[in-house]
C-alpha cells in the first residue's frame, strides 16, 4: 500500500489535459479517459478536466454520457451531499434501489483563448446550462489565463467574477518578481509552463527555483503546465512519436517536494536547485509519517498543508504515464 505522505503529495494533483500535445486526444476520447480516471483506482490523484473555452460546447456534448445525472438528484441539497455514489447518465431512480443520487459533479478548468469578456460569457452559460435540482453535473470554477505583461492581470481582475479562480500563466524568462508584485495579496494565483514538446520548451532548474521562492515570497499559490510525466527528473521522448526528440524533463515529485519544503522549512536556493535537479530515486523516500530526500525530511501533515495552501496540481495529458512510473518505483 502507498504511503500516507505520498498520498498527501499526490491527492488532487493532477489536472487532465487529455486535449493537448503530446497526447492530443480528441474531444470524446479525453472524456472517456478522465471518466474511467474518475472511477479508478487512483481517482484522488485527478483533479480537474481543462478544456478551452472555445471547446466548451464541444465537451458538453462529448461528456453528456458520463456527467452525474442531475435529473436523478433530490430537491434538498443537504440530501444531495449525503450520497456517495453515481446514478449512471439515463438510468431511471428504480433501477437504484439504495436511492444512490450523483456523483460529485465534474470541475473544470477553462483556458482562455479569447476575448475574455466574450470567453467569461461562454463560461457562464455553460454553468447555467449544467445546473438542475441544486446542483452540477459540470461547473467551470477556475480559467487559466496567459499574461505577457503585469498590467494585463490588473485589465482582467476588473472584469473577472468572485466566483472564478484564476490562474495567471507567467513567462519564466526574465525577472518573475514584476509579476508577483501585480498577484501578491489578492487571492490570486500563478501558472509556470514546465515543458513542451521540443527541449526549448523547458526552463532550466535555476528558473523553476526562481519562480518557486518568489510566489512563496508573495504568498501565492501556484500550478505547473507540461512537460511534467514522470515522477523524478531525467531524459525522456518528448512526444508519443516513434522519431519523438528526446530531452531532460522535469520530475513532478522533484517539483512538488521542493515546493512542500519551501513552504513549509524555507529552503535556499541552492538546495531547491539541487533537489529539482535530483534524478536518483533511491535519495527518496516515503513513509507513512514524512517524506525524505537526502536526509531531509518534512511531515505528512506539512506536505498536505502544502498542497492545500501553495504548491496545487500541474496540467498533464496523461494519467496513465504518472501512474505507472510511481507504481514502477513501488511507491504507489
Not at 487532465?16 to 476520447?29: H, V
Not at 487512483?42 to 465537451?59: K, N, Q
Not at 473577472?160 to 489578492?186: C, M, Q, S
Not at 526562481?210 to 531524459?235: C, E, S, W, Y
Request: aromatic share 8%.
Amino acid at each position: 500500500m502507498a504511503s500516507k505522505s505520498i498520498n498527501a503529495l499526490l491527492f488532487g494533483l493532477i489536472d487532465y489535459a487529455g486535449l493537448f500535445p503530446p497526447a492530443k486526444l480528441d474531444m470524446k476520447a479525453a472524456a472517456e479517459s478522465y471518466a474511467r480516471h474518475r472511477r479508478g483506482k487512483h481517482a484522488d490523484s485527478l483533479a480537474r478536466f481543462i478544456c478551452p473555452v472555445s471547446r466548451l460546447g464541444e465537451f458538453a456534448k462529448a461528456a453528456a454520457l458520463h456527467l452525474p445525472n442531475t435529473d436523478a438528484v433530490p430537491a434538498d441539497p443537504k440530501r444531495a451531499l449525503k450520497a456517495k455514489v453515481v446514478v449512471p447518465a439515463g438510468a431511471a431512480l428504480a433501477e437504484s434501489p439504495a436511492l444512490v443520487q450523483h456523483l460529485d459533479p465534474w470541475t473544470l478548468s477553462a483556458l482562455i483563448d479569447g476575448p475574455l469578456e466574450s470567453n467569461l460569457r461562454a463560461i457562464a452559460e455553460f454553468n447555467a446550462a449544467h445546473h438542475k435540482n441544486h446542483h452540477s453535473s459540470a461547473v467551470v470554477d477556475t480559467v487559466e489565463i496567459k499574461v505577457t505583461t503585469p498590467d494585463a492581470i490588473d485589465a482582467a481582475l476588473d472584469i473577472l467574477p468572485e466566483e472564478i479562480n484564476p490562474f495567471f500563466e507567467i513567462p519564466h524568462k526574465g525577472d518573475v518578481r514584476t509579476f508577483a508584485a501585480a498577484l501578491a495579496g489578492l487571492g490570486l494565483s500563478a501558472k509556470i509552463r514546465t515543458g513542451g514538446t521540443t527541449p526549448d520548451m523547458f526552463p532550466s532548474v535555476e528558473q523553476v527555483a526562481d519562480f518557486l521562492l518568489v510566489m512563496h515570497d508573495g504568498n501565492i499559490p501556484f500550478k505547473a503546465t507540461a512537460g511534467l510525466h514522470h515522477p523524478i527528473r531525467g531524459t525522456f521522448g518528448l512526444t508519443y512519436e516513434d522519431d519523438s526528440p528526446e530531452g531532460t524533463m522535469h520530475g513532478f515529485v522533484n517539483l512538488f517536494l521542493a515546493a512542500t519544503l519551501v513552504h513549509d522549512q524555507g529552503i535556499d536556493r541552492a538546495t531547491v536547485i539541487h533537489l529539482l535537479g535530483e534524478t536518483d530515486a533511491e535519495s527518496f523516500r516515503f513513509t507513512d509519517a514524512h517524506a525524505e530526500w537526502r536526509g531531509m525530511r518534512i511531515t505528512t501533515e506539512a506536505i498536505a498543508a502544502a498542497r492545500e495552501n501553495f504548491a496545487l496540481c500541474f496540467g498533464s495529458c496523461s494519467m496513465d504515464d504518472p501512474i505507472v512510473d510511481l507504481a514502477g518505483l513501488g511507491w504507489i
